[in-house]
């Protein structure tokens, strides 16, 4: 079984910066994708960033790419995701989860294993 535990998330102001983690246990994750995902009030899931374990290879949605950074230690099976220049439309819950093989990897159907999410409040 897996567990992933998201932290660090909170409330900051519009341009500031947050780091989230996801501290994953249980089986490995060496041959895996991690991603991250969000979520605002009254909307749909939306994927913002993947890595993968293996060799670190990222992908970012539009929305973020440049401000948002996908990394991995793979020493302490944890994820993280830096937010820099935050804006309000960046507040949600964010949750990270496992990839499922052989799938296109960007759909919140396309990743199991979620955590519990962590709040992102970006105020103006």
């Known amino acids: 079984q897996v567990q992933l535990v998201e932290s660090g998330g909170g409330l900051v102001q519009a341009g500031g910066s947050l780091r989230l983690s996801c501290a994953a246990s249980g089986r490995t994750f060496s041959s895996y994708i991690m991603g991250w995902f969000r979520q605002a009030p009254g909307k749909e899931r939306e994927f913002v960033a993947r890595i993968s374990w293996s060799n670190g290879s990222t992908y970012y949605a539009d929305s973020v790419k440049g401000r948002f950074t996908i990394s991995r230690d793979n020493a302490k099976n944890t994820v993280y995701l830096q937010m820099t220049s935050l804006q309000p439309e960046d507040t949600a819950v964010y949750y990270c989860?496992?990839?499922?093989?052989?799938?296109?990897?960007?759909?919140?159907?396309?990743?199991?294993?979620w955590g519990q999410g962590t709040q992102v409040t970006v105020s103006s």
């Open positions: 989860a496992r990839g499922r093989p052989y799938t296109a990897l960007i759909r919140p159907s396309d990743f199991d294993s």
